[in-house]
Each structure stands twice: as structure tokens, then as C-alpha cells.
């Protein structure tokens, strides 16, 4: 199984970034999908998750900004983040099970 995450980047406040996490190797689209951060000398936070059957739930802090979503016939996971903040800056990470992807960069200038 491989998470491929991309699309972080440099953003300034108050714009958007979606992110996307395409996931590989799996035999069927029956997994949940967790989006975790860690931003320097902080511990790695979730941020959302989304269960096969389309069920999401968001950490407070970014709730009503993030939207987690998938399409299974592309096995990709989408976060769309609006409205950013410089404190959501960090390595954004997918994960589905044991299985990690190597992260994206997302920076938010003020």
C-alpha cells in the first residue's frame, strides 16, 4: 500500500490549498482516510478523517475551513483548505491504517 500526498505549497492568509492524497495498492475502497499534521517543534495532530461511506469529522480548530472528500474510482482523498491561517502551517500528512504518506508542505504567510 502507497499514500502519495501533494499539492502543499506557499499561501498567503486567508487562501486556499487543496490537498491530495492518492492511494495505491489497496484491494478494495472499503478504508477510512485521516489527514494528520505536524508543524515544527509541535507533535503530530489530526486534522480530519473521512470513512468509506463518506462519514468526516474535522479537529475544532479547523472546522468549517477544511473539507475532506474522495473519489474511489481515482483512489484520491482530497483536503481543501480554505481560509488559512499562519498556524496551519505544517507537514500535512494521509494515512489509511499502518500506512503513511511522505507528507506535503503547506506554509501560510501573514
Known amino acids: 500500500v502507497q499514500l502519495q500526498a501533494s499539492g502543499g505549497g506557499l499561501v498567503q492568509a486567508g487562501g486556499s490549498l487543496r490537498l491530495s492524497c492518492a492511494v495505491s495498492?489497496?484491494?478494495?475502497?472499503?478504508?477510512?482516510v485521516d489527514w494528520y499534521r505536524q508543524a515544527p517543534g509541535k507533535q503530530r495532530e489530526f486534522v480530519a478523517f473521512v470513512t468509506s461511506s463518506g462519514t468526516t469529522d474535522y479537529t475544532d480548530s479547523v472546522r468549517g475551513r477544511f473539507t475532506i472528500s474522495r473519489d474511489d474510482p481515482r483512489n484520491i482523498v482530497f483536503l481543501q483548505m480554505d481560509n488559512l491561517k499562519p498556524e496551519d502551517t505544517a507537514v500535512y500528512y494521509c494515512?489509511?491504517?499502518?500506512?503513511w504518506g511522505q507528507g506535503t508542505q503547506v506554509t501560510v504567510s501573514s
Open positions: 495498492g489497496m484491494p478494495s475502497t472499503n478504508y477510512a
Open positions: 494515512t489509511t491504517g499502518p500506512f
